[in-house]
């Protein structure tokens, strides 16, 4: 429910010299909607996404490209991630890049408080290092090389050779914190969410945490190390501050009491950093830990894991420029379960979009608006005493914008689009059921029309403002449609479910399809 407070959510950042595929699309539309949605409720909603600029793995590409560091990631972030926010109608409040100022400053005054404080210490470091993860690796996702790499060993995420790194760098107590994660992991049940991701982050703190390396001196491409600057400090610390640094840590003490602490949205992969060093980073500076931590699924291609390296990426404006962003957006939020790993198919994506769109969601707008044009000169009607069928109509929208609340505060955005569905399957069942088309014919049902096609007009409105977090551009034209006051983001998302607010004598317009069909060569 709603608590007038603050929503702070984020995406994880993205490295920038992978170009955006679809992978990247889901997190950014699931972070997008869920903060549509909570701000179209009347929380203090804050969303944050951005791209991971340091480390080595960027040094290299640029050095292949023929250009500095900063060159090379100025015209990826220009040419391909602020492009993908557009794409994908992603209304983000700020976008954070780890190579402004405001972040690399704000960086260095937590790294050196959590020095002052004695939790940073010197050592020396050797272990297998991947540079496309940026991580030493745990023997876990250590594997035996082989065709062109046997003899070597790998990453068992990218599937290439490790590189063994022998440095002096300085070291992050973590281990001092495995009791403080089990104690949080155990208070705060819902901290790590789905409870698959709960369960891998409880078993990997209790099989023991080693203190973490949080620098590197065997390149410069970084932030400074504010207390020697032959070493620049790990991408990974560097990244998981961005979420402080992005809303004031170090210098706007307001803007970050009314945004921290924030909820995290990030891929699986990712988990541990964000579940166990990111919390153990915080509770170290003093600062109070995330909301929490949602690990979603991979998108399987062909049942592989997205990914351009082994060119199973696909860029969202191969769907988008065919479907449209909101087919996108609807697609891959109620296709996959949140939280789960799930497949993507061409096939699967047109027959959605054919029968629950365009059939659908689509077709009970047009032919609701078009007879109301037709037997009402384009003026909603009145409706008359309800039946038992119509309030049947109204309770279902009233449980389904319960429920779908529910869903989205418990990061379930798949189960509060099927909630939401059921209005359009009980409406078409409805208009199917009462024939309004046979009514029109008999000037004595002239009420029982009017009653029917303003249940339709209703429903069409409480759906376009549940559905607007979801599909921002549809629910736009068919509010406008349908002639409801107001702009459609200003409705209380809450208030969706409450019957009777699209007025009578209202003026409806003429709808083209909202899903027009799609002719697909192969």
Same mark, same amino acid.
């Given at each position: 429910?709603?608590?007038?407070?603050?929503?702070?959510?984020?995406?994880?950042?993205?490295? !920038?010299?992978?170009?955006?595929?679809?992978?990247?699309?889901?997190?950014?539309?699931? #972070?997008? &909607?869920?903060?549509?949605?909570?701000?179209?409720?009347?929380?203090?909603?804050?969303?944050?996404?951005?791209?991971?600029?340091?480390?080595?793995?960027?040094?290299?590409?640029?050095?292949?490209?023929?250009?500095?560091?900063?060159?090379?990631?100025?015209?990826?972030?220009?040419?391909?991630?602020?492009?993908?926010?557009?794409?994908?109608?992603?209304?983000?409040?700020?976008? =954070?890049?780890?190579?402004? !100022?405001?972040?690399?400053?704000?960086?260095?005054?937590?790294?050196?408080?959590?020095?002052?404080?004695?939790?940073?210490?010197?050592?020396?470091?050797?272990?297998? +290092?991947?540079?496309?993860?940026?991580?030493?690796? !745990?023997?876990?996702?250590?594997?035996?090389?082989?065709?062109?790499?046997?003899?070597?060993?790998?990453?068992? =995420?990218?599937?290439?050779?490790?590189?063994?790194?022998?440095?002096?760098?300085?070291?992050?107590?973590?281990?001092?914190?495995?009791?403080?994660?089990?104690?949080?992991?155990?208070?705060?049940?819902?901290?790590?969410?789905?409870?698959?991701?709960?369960?891998?982050?409880?078993?990997?703190?209790?099989?023991?945490?080693?203190?973490?390396?949080?620098?590197?001196?065997?390149?410069?491409?970084?932030?400074? #190390?504010?207390?020697?600057?032959?070493?620049?400090?790990?991408?990974?610390?560097?990244?998981?501050?961005?979420?402080?640094?992005?809303?004031?840590?170090?210098?706007?003490?307001?803007?970050?009491?009314?945004?921290?602490?924030? +909820?995290?949205?990030?891929?699986?992969?990712?988990?541990?950093?964000?579940?166990?060093?990111?919390?153990?980073?915080?509770?170290?500076?003093?600062?109070?830990? !995330?909301?929490?931590?949602?690990?979603?699924?991979?998108?399987? #291609?062909?049942?592989?894991?997205?990914?351009?390296?082994?060119?199973?990426?696909?860029?969202?404006?191969?769907?988008?420029?065919?479907?449209?962003?909101?087919?996108?957006?609807? +697609?891959?939020?109620?296709? =996959?379960?949140?939280?789960?790993?799930?497949?993507?198919?061409?096939?699967?994506?047109?027959?959605?979009?054919?029968?629950?769109?365009?059939?659908?969601?689509?077709?009970?707008?047009?032919?609701?608006?078009?007879?109301?044009?037709?037997?009402?000169?384009?003026?909603?009607?009145?409706?008359?005493?309800?039946?038992?069928?119509?309030?049947?109509?109204?309770?279902?929208?009233?449980?389904?914008?319960?429920?779908?609340?529910?869903?989205?505060?418990?990061?379930?955005?798949?189960?509060?689009?099927?909630?939401?569905?059921?209005?359009?399957?009980?409406?078409?069942?409805?208009?199917?059921?009462?024939?309004?088309?046979?009514?029109?014919?008999?000037?004595?049902?002239?009420?029982?029309?009017?009653?029917?096609?303003?249940?339709?007009?209703?429903?069409?409105?409480?759906?376009?403002?549940?559905?607007?977090?979801?599909?921002?551009?549809?629910?736009?034209?068919?509010?406008?449609?349908?002639?409801?006051?107001?702009?459609?983001?200003?409705?209380?998302?809450?208030?969706?479910?409450?019957?009777?607010?699209?007025?009578?004598?209202?003026?409806?317009?003429?709808?083209?399809?909202?899903?027009?069909?799609?002719?697909? &060569?192969?």
């Amino acid at each position: 429910m709603t608590s007038g407070g603050s929503f702070y959510i984020t995406t994880p950042i993205y490295y !920038p010299s992978d170009l955006p595929h679809i992978g990247h699309g889901y997190t950014s539309v699931a #972070v997008d &909607t869920l903060a549509r949605w909570h701000r179209q409720s009347g929380d203090d909603t804050w969303m944050l996404t951005g791209t991971d600029e340091h480390g080595q793995k960027m040094l290299r590409a640029a050095t292949a490209n023929g250009v500095t560091p900063q060159e090379w990631v100025d015209k990826l972030v220009e040419e391909s991630w602020f492009p993908l926010l557009r794409t994908l109608d992603v209304a983000n409040d700020d976008f =954070i890049r780890t190579t402004q !100022p405001r972040h690399e400053e704000r960086v260095k005054t937590f790294v050196q408080a959590l020095y002052d404080s004695g939790y940073i210490y010197a050592g020396e470091y050797e272990a297998l +290092y991947c540079v496309g993860c940026e991580e030493f690796k !745990p023997e876990a996702e250590i594997v035996d090389g082989t065709g062109p790499f046997e003899g070597l060993k790998v990453c068992a =995420i990218h599937s290439k050779p490790l590189e063994l790194l022998q440095e002096k760098n300085y070291f992050f107590k973590l281990s001092e914190f495995q009791d403080r994660l089990l104690e949080l992991y155990k208070t705060q049940p819902d901290f790590v969410r789905p409870d698959s991701a709960r369960n891998e982050v409880v078993s990997f703190v209790r099989s023991g945490l080693k203190d973490l390396s949080i620098s590197r001196s065997a390149f410069d491409w970084g932030i400074r #190390v504010p207390w020697d600057d032959s070493h620049v400090i790990y991408v990974w610390v560097d990244a998981l501050l961005n979420y402080a640094t992005a809303v004031g840590y170090g210098d706007d003490p307001e803007q970050f009491e009314r945004r921290w602490p924030a +909820y995290h949205v990030v891929g699986k992969d990712i988990l541990r950093f964000h579940a166990v060093i990111w919390p153990a980073m915080l509770m170290a500076a003093g600062l109070e830990v !995330p909301k929490g931590i949602f690990a979603h699924g991979w998108l399987l #291609v062909g049942g592989e894991k997205m990914s351009k390296s082994k060119l199973t990426g696909i860029a969202p404006t191969e769907i988008t420029d065919v479907f449209g962003s909101d087919a996108y957006r609807y +697609y891959f939020l109620s296709a =996959i379960a949140f939280g789960q790993d799930g497949s993507f198919s061409w096939e699967d994506l047109s027959a959605r979009y054919q029968a629950e769109l365009a059939n659908g969601f689509g077709n009970l707008a047009s032919r609701t608006v078009a007879m109301i044009g037709r037997y009402f000169d384009g003026v909603v009607p009145t409706a008359g005493e309800p039946t038992e069928i119509d309030l049947r109509v109204q309770r279902t929208v009233a449980e389904a914008a319960t429920a779908a609340d529910a869903a989205m505060t418990a990061f379930r955005p798949d189960e509060a689009i099927a909630a939401i569905w059921r209005i359009v399957d009980d409406l078409n069942g409805y208009i199917t059921e009462n024939e309004p088309w046979a009514l029109a014919k008999d000037e004595a049902k002239r009420e029982r029309l009017s009653t029917v096609l303003y249940t339709a007009a209703e429903g069409l409105r409480a759906l376009a403002v549940l559905l607007s977090p979801v599909m921002p551009q549809s629910t736009a034209t068919l509010w406008d449609a349908l002639g409801a006051p107001g702009e459609l983001t200003a409705q209380p998302l809450r208030e969706a479910g409450t019957w009777s607010q699209l007025p009578a004598g209202s003026r409806v317009k003429t709808l083209a399809p909202l899903f027009p069909r799609v002719e697909q &060569t192969a």
